[in-house]
């Protein structure tokens, strides 16, 4: 099995809404990453989690919780977005964190916040 | 900061070669990858080369590295209809705390 799995494909919230966005990889990966890409543009790194512990946090507002209940799986939570949060987000996952690292992605959840 | 650069466009005839570009200036990368990402689609790895190496082919990809002038490319022979879709390099380096930076990537647009 070498796919990383993401539910739901499409999400629409308003601003008061309070939603999660789930990501899940059973290739035994220690490290889980979440990216925002906004439409023709690179995907940008948000959360690094490495052995189920927060490692990089790329100064992302509060509205956005990250959470990794076990190393197959990661959360994202997501409370009082703004209308600008709308975007693909996507999950990743490597075998660790240094080294050459091929991340594998999921499909992503697309989002848009009304 | 580490900044990653792509030509924006690219248009090839089906069966043609076609050379995506991409210049980089952290000079202390360790990885640079190639990534495809289709429509409604996440990124899919393609190929990497560790930065000590000059070229690496994997199939009909060519990777070439010019460390010295900072210079990544990818050839794809015999391109397909399937090959149109964003392609993304990326650079990995100690500078950067080992997080990818990835250029804007370039759309590869195959026509028949």
């Known amino acids: 099995d070498t796919e990383v799995t993401q539910t739901p494909k499409h999400l629409v919230m308003g601003m008061t809404n309070k939603k999660s966005l789930k990501c899940e990889q059973h290739?035994?990966?220690?490290?889980m990453y979440w990216y925002k890409q906004k439409a023709k543009k690179p995907p940008e790194l948000m959360f690094v989690?490495?052995?189920?512990?927060?490692?990089i946090n790329e100064s992302v507002p509060s509205r956005f919780s990250p959470e990794c209940p076990n190393s197959s799986l990661l959360n994202l939570h997501l409370h009082a977005l703004q209308p600008e949060d709308s975007a693909l987000y996507l999950c990743?996952?490597?075998?660790?964190?240094?080294?050459?690292?091929?991340?594998?992605f999921g499909s992503g959840t697309q989002l848009s916040v009304l | 900061g580490e900044d990653v650069e792509q030509s924006l466009f690219l248009s090839v005839r089906e069966g043609d070669s076609s050379v995506i570009n991409c210049t980089y200036t952290?000079?202390?990368?360790?990885?640079l990858y190639w990534y495809k990402q289709e429509p409604g689609a996440g990124l899919q790895l393609l190929t990497y080369?560790?930065?000590?190496?000059d070229m690496k082919q994997d199939q009909r990809l060519t990777v070439l590295l010019n460390k010295k002038d900072k210079h990544l490319s990818l050839r794809i022979a015999d391109t397909q209809t399937g090959d149109s879709a964003i392609y993304f390099c990326?650079?990995?380096?100690?500078?950067?705390?080992?997080?990818?930076?990835f250029g804007g990537g370039t759309r590869v647009l195959v026509k028949p």
């Open positions: 990743a996952s490597s075998q660790g964190f240094s080294g050459v690292e091929k991340l594998f």
């Open positions: 290739m035994g990966h220690r490290a």
């Open positions: 989690y490495s052995y189920e512990k927060l490692s």
């Open positions: 952290d000079s202390s990368s360790t990885y």
């Open positions: 080369i560790f930065s000590n190496m």
């Open positions: 990326a650079e990995k380096s100690e500078a950067a705390g080992n997080k990818l930076t």
